[in-house]
């Protein structure tokens, strides 16, 4: 299935086995990994088409179904399943309809979405005329050809979803490495710093970033201290955190991004991140100060502008606490795109 800007095979818990470490390896055989190509597997030799979805009923009372995503790489065999994925999120509740694990609940229908990664709940909200998902509609996201029925996600608690807090350093600006960041969680672990601060402009292409060695590797030397100051401990092999340069918004909207994820810079910006930067974007004395333009008012909805578009977020700020975050939302799309089996060696499933 096609969740948001990502791809990437959707199971039923069942249908796998129950042991992880015997479970990573079947999902390592079904994406192709490690292979930069992934040929022998159904990636798509790119991190955002290396996800794969893990969809169960709920057991949590008020809940209805839980979500386990897990990143794959194509050149490696890891397995993560700490990080959360907006994008793939989108396409959970679709998926539990097709399979039938829930029935449609009207014209619409919403259902509760624990995320097993970071212990989030949101409530998602799918197009079910004739008691199906309608895949058909008007809605449009940057970085997705076409047009999609709306998928609408409310999250209702994304605060240190993998660090300890919003703000795990305890301060919303810190210098590290030489470097004024903002190191946050609202959703997606993020360093956010100004482009210019490393010599660039932030709107550079996305092939000009990749190609881009001696930034990488000075990003990454960021990364890695970033990753201790934020209680995250040596995040060398990990996904986390993000690293977001920021420049002032060229088409109207709230600022401009270049997101890597971690070492491969996005073609647009993951659901999370785009929060994550939002709420960044509201906090007084963040990285993002004299940068972003925000309006007034205690709903804001800022607009991201990443390589190819813009990702629209509504925050809704507690009035009596500016630095609290009451409510994010956002659209997306999803699709299916097929299903039946995928074959992986018998020896991993016998």
């Not at 192709?32 to 955002?48: E, F, V």
């Amino acid at each position: 299935m096609r969740g948001g800007t990502s791809r990437g095979p959707f199971f039923l818990e069942s249908d796998l086995p129950s042991d992880s470490a015997r479970r990573d390896r079947v999902l390592l055989a079904v994406m192709g990994s490690p292979d930069r190509r992934q040929i022998d597997g159904l990636g798509g030799a790119h991190p955002l088409t290396s996800k794969v979805g893990i969809v169960r009923k709920s057991h949590t009372a008020g809940v209805d179904l839980d979500f386990l995503f897990a990143q794959l790489q194509p050149d490696k065999d890891t397995v993560d399943t700490t990080p959360n994925c907006g994008n793939m999120l989108a396409a959970v509740v679709p998926f539990a309809l097709e399979r039938g694990l829930i029935a449609a609940r009207g014209e619409e229908t919403t259902l509760r979405v624990l995320t097993l990664n970071t212990d989030m709940q949101c409530d998602i909200t799918v197009q079910t005329p004739d008691g199906r998902v309608s895949y058909e509609g008007d809605a449009r996201i940057d970085g997705v050809p076409g047009t999609s029925a709306p998928i609408k996600i409310n999250f209702l608690d994304t605060a240190g979803s993998v660090a300890a807090s919003l703000l795990p350093t305890g301060r919303v600006l810190d210098v590290i490495d030489g470097i004024a960041v903002t190191c946050i969680d609202n959703g997606m672990p993020l360093v956010i710093f100004k482009a210019a601060d490393v010599g660039r402009t932030g709107y550079e292409s996305v092939d000009a970033l990749n190609a881009d060695t001696g930034l990488k590797t000075r990003i990454e030397k960021l990364r890695i201290a970033c990753g201790h100051a934020m209680g995250l401990g040596d995040v060398t092999d990990k996904n986390y955190p993000k690293m977001t340069l920021i420049a002032p918004p060229r088409a109207g909207g709230s600022l401009s991004t270049r997101s890597f994820i971690p070492h491969v810079c996005h073609d647009a910006i993951g659901v999370l991140a785009a929060v994550t930067v939002g709420t960044a974007c509201v906090l007084e004395g963040s990285a993002t100060q004299g940068v972003a333009v925000v309006p007034a008012g205690a709903a804001k909805t800022i607009a991201v502008e990443h390589p190819t578009g813009e990702f629209s977020v509504e925050l809704e700020i507690d009035p009596t606490n500016p630095q609290n975050v009451l409510r994010a939302a956002l659209l997306r799309t999803a699709r299916l795109i097929m299903r039946g089996e995928v074959m992986v060696p018998a020896a991993l499933v016998s």
